[in-house]
């Protein structure tokens, strides 16, 4: 393992290469869910599609149902009986009344006449296919080769109305394959009035009483119409041959969506890479001309508002004076390796600029952060010895600061951390709260002291969930027999509360902010905050 990870370190910094793995698995993630999202936009318009279009034709149907059933009602109210003129004549303007009504008939045991002069197409008499309380219904299929044949016909006593299969035709605009049934039999008969005739029932897990509107297979949708009447239901069934053509063309039209964004997102991909390796690059040079500085941010007794020591805190000042965040080049110099160098840099300025303070002032210390890597090394137990007998200062003020995340292996962590007490140095939690240490952990650890991270102190005095936070720690810390220091303290009201709380020492721009280490001599040594600041002074 340990051999291949340089091999695939130096994989991971080709910008080419990465920039082509982003891309193409961008491209493979966005083309796959452009493809689902374009099934299910063509799905979803499919059955929006199917649902109105059901309803626009039980509008209709319903509209053809009342003439002809209307048309009834009127001959049923009339007196006249029996095949006279005036019969004929009635039963021709009810025909010329209604709009879908094709033929009206009267229909006796020894008689018969129709409102056409001609032949009639109601066909021979039959027992009604449906038999209701007021009406009877008879049903000729698709299949019949006449589309003038009547397709549905309803009976009133002696009189019969019907309409033909090209009124239906009219009414209800099939697509192709479509097919509109009639179920009878309480769903054990389908009668097909228009379109071809259709594998019945149509679904596996069909149900006469079933309340499901639209129902779909495979191949086709099925849309159940309710009706007045309970003797019938109708169904309308339509393939779905136009799915995978709406679902490619949908598909087709993200696809220039998706091949872009995973243009961009290698592009992206690429310029960061360089950046990065750019800022790699920059920073390995950074040491040598001189542009990383070293400030000290102070810490305070919240008692005596005596400063009693320093947080050492490197920054970057570009040749052309901007300042380059340690949020971006901390963690690059962690995965290059560069850290350590980075480290013995403050070590060695802190020591060559504030040794002389540190001797006259025994109690002074200065802290130093360290990375996961120096944690999980003897490396910097050394380093600092041999400048600590070069400068003549004492163990105890030198502090070391690890985060709870640099905690990678503990076990490994603790006797390494044991090491440095034993040569007499302090060491400190910093941001506690924020990474994964646990309090089984914090007991076994070689710690003197706690850092309370910025974010739980701002939350103090608030209605946050996290306003407990600290005052949790404090406790815990004092249970453990521990130092605490809350840091990124602003506000006056913000020490008072921490200090009720019983904690000693904070540091934040309540009291100072990060100074060169002229300024920071100074406020030492003329026991007071520092008042009038330079630009050079301050990060």
């Given at each position: 393992?340990?051999?291949?990870?340089?091999?695939?370190?130096?994989?991971?910094?080709?910008?080419?290469l990465?920039?082509?793995?982003?891309a193409?698995?961008?491209?493979?993630v966005?083309?796959?869910?452009?493809?689902?999202?374009?099934m299910?936009?063509?799905?979803?318009?499919?059955?929006a599609q199917?649902?109105?279009?059901?309803e626009?034709?039980?509008?209709r149907?319903?509209?053809?149902?009342?003439q002809l059933?209307?048309?009834?009602?009127?001959?049923?109210?009339?007196?006249?009986r029996?095949?006279s003129?005036?019969?004929?004549?009635?039963l021709?303007?009810?025909?010329?009344?209604?709009?879908f009504?094709?033929?009206?008939?009267?229909?006796?045991e020894?008689?018969?006449c129709?409102?056409?002069?001609?032949?009639?197409?109601?066909?021979?008499?039959?027992?009604?296919?449906?038999?209701?309380?007021?009406y009877?219904?008879?049903?000729?299929?698709s299949?019949?080769?006449d589309?003038?044949?009547?397709?549905?016909?309803?009976?009133r006593g002696?009189?019969?109305?019907?309409?033909?299969?090209?009124?239906?035709?009219?009414?209800?605009?099939?697509?192709?394959?479509?097919?509109?049934?009639?179920?009878?039999?309480?769903g054990?008969?389908?009668?097909?009035?228009l379109?071809?005739p259709?594998?019945?029932?149509?679904?596996?897990?069909w149900s006469?009483?079933?309340?499901e509107?639209?129902?779909s297979?495979?191949?086709?949708l099925?849309?159940?119409?309710?009706?007045?009447s309970p003797?019938y239901?109708l169904?309308?069934?339509?393939?779905?041959?136009a799915?995978?053509?709406?679902?490619?063309?949908?598909w087709?039209?993200?696809?220039?969506?998706?091949?872009l964004?995973?243009?961009f997102?290698?592009i992206?991909?690429?310029?960061?890479v360089?950046?990065?390796?750019?800022?790699?690059g920059?920073?390995?040079?950074?040491?040598?001309?001189?542009?990383?500085?070293v400030?000290?941010?102070?810490?305070?007794?919240?008692?005596?508002r005596?400063?009693v020591?320093?947080?050492?805190?490197?920054?970057?000042?570009?040749?052309?004076?901007?300042l380059t965040?340690?949020?971006?080049?901390?963690?690059?110099?962690?995965n290059?390796?560069?850290i350590?160098?980075?480290?013995?840099?403050?070590?060695q300025?802190?020591?060559?600029?504030?040794?002389?303070?540190?001797?006259?002032?025994?109690?002074?210390?200065?802290?130093?952060?360290l990375?996961?890597?120096?944690?999980?090394?003897?490396?910097?137990g050394?380093?600092?010895?041999?400048?600590?007998?070069?400068?003549?200062?004492?163990?105890r003020?030198?502090?070391?600061e690890?985060?709870?995340?640099g905690?990678?292996?503990?076990?490994?962590?603790?006797?390494?951390?044991?090491?440095?007490?034993?040569?007499?140095?302090?060491v400190?939690?910093?941001?506690?709260?924020?990474?994964?240490?646990?309090?089984?952990?914090?007991?076994?650890?070689?710690?003197?002291?706690?850092?309370?991270d910025?974010a739980?102190?701002?939350?103090?005095?608030?209605?946050?969930?996290?306003?407990?936070?600290?005052?949790?720690?404090?406790r815990?810390?004092?249970?453990?027999?521990?130092?605490?220091i809350?840091e990124?303290?602003?506000?006056?009201?913000?020490?008072?509360?921490?200090k009720?709380?019983g904690?000693?020492?904070?540091?934040?721009?309540l009291?100072?902010r990060?100074l060169?280490?002229?300024?920071?001599?100074?406020?030492?040594?003329?026991?007071?905050?520092?008042?009038?600041r330079?630009a050079?002074d301050?990060?």
């Amino acid at each position: 393992m340990f051999t291949a990870t340089p091999r695939l370190r130096s994989l991971l910094y080709r910008p080419w290469l990465l920039a082509l793995v982003a891309a193409l698995l961008s491209a493979a993630v966005l083309l796959a869910g452009s493809f689902g999202l374009a099934m299910h936009q063509a799905r979803q318009d499919e059955r929006a599609q199917m649902n109105a279009q059901g309803e626009r034709f039980l509008v209709r149907l319903e509209q053809l149902f009342g003439q002809l059933r209307a048309g009834l009602d009127q001959l049923e109210a009339q007196p006249l009986r029996g095949c006279s003129p005036a019969m004929i004549e009635q039963l021709r303007q009810v025909n010329s009344r209604y709009r879908f009504i094709y033929e009206v008939a009267y229909v006796s045991e020894s008689q018969f006449c129709s409102s056409w002069t001609r032949q009639s197409l109601i066909g021979k008499p039959r027992p009604p296919d449906i038999r209701g309380p007021t009406y009877d219904y008879w049903l000729n299929t698709s299949t019949q080769p006449d589309d003038n044949l009547a397709s549905l016909m309803l009976g009133r006593g002696e009189f019969r109305v019907s309409t033909s299969r090209g009124h239906l035709t009219d009414v209800v605009d099939l697509p192709a394959g479509g097919s509109l049934v009639v179920v009878l039999d309480r769903g054990s008969k389908a009668v097909p009035v228009l379109g071809p005739p259709q594998t019945w029932p149509p679904t596996p897990d069909w149900s006469p009483t079933s309340t499901e509107t639209l129902m779909s297979t495979q191949d086709k949708l099925v849309y159940r119409m309710p009706t007045q009447s309970p003797e019938y239901q109708l169904v309308l069934i339509t393939p779905r041959s136009a799915l995978q053509q709406k679902i490619t063309g949908a598909w087709w039209l993200l696809v220039p969506a998706s091949l872009l964004i995973s243009l961009f997102i290698g592009i992206l991909v690429l310029q960061l890479v360089r950046q990065r390796q750019s800022l790699g690059g920059e920073l390995h040079g950074a040491l040598r001309r001189g542009e990383l500085k070293v400030l000290y941010q102070p810490i305070f007794d919240l008692n005596t508002r005596l400063c009693v020591g320093a947080e050492a805190l490197v920054r970057w000042r570009r040749p052309d004076g901007t300042l380059t965040s340690p949020d971006l080049f901390i963690p690059l110099a962690e995965n290059t390796g560069q850290i350590r160098q980075i480290t013995d840099f403050v070590l060695q300025q802190l020591l060559e600029q504030l040794g002389q303070l540190l001797r006259a002032n025994p109690h002074l210390y200065v802290s130093v952060n360290l990375a996961a890597c120096d944690v999980m090394a003897p490396r910097i137990g050394r380093v600092t010895a041999k400048l600590l007998a070069l400068h003549r200062v004492a163990p105890r003020q030198i502090a070391f600061e690890v985060t709870e995340r640099g905690l990678v292996d503990v076990v490994v962590a603790r006797n390494h951390l044991q090491a440095l007490r034993d040569r007499g140095h302090q060491v400190l939690i910093d941001d506690f709260g924020t990474g994964y240490c646990s309090l089984a952990y914090l007991q076994t650890l070689p710690v003197d002291c706690l850092k309370i991270d910025k974010a739980f102190i701002d939350a103090l005095g608030h209605d946050a969930a996290s306003s407990g936070v600290a005052p949790h720690i404090i406790r815990m810390a004092h249970a453990l027999q521990l130092r605490v220091i809350a840091e990124g303290i602003e506000f006056e009201s913000q020490a008072m509360l921490l200090k009720s709380e019983g904690v000693m020492y904070g540091q934040g721009w309540l009291f100072a902010r990060p100074l060169s280490a002229t300024k920071f001599t100074e406020l030492v040594t003329g026991g007071r905050r520092s008042a009038g600041r330079r630009a050079d002074d301050v990060a």
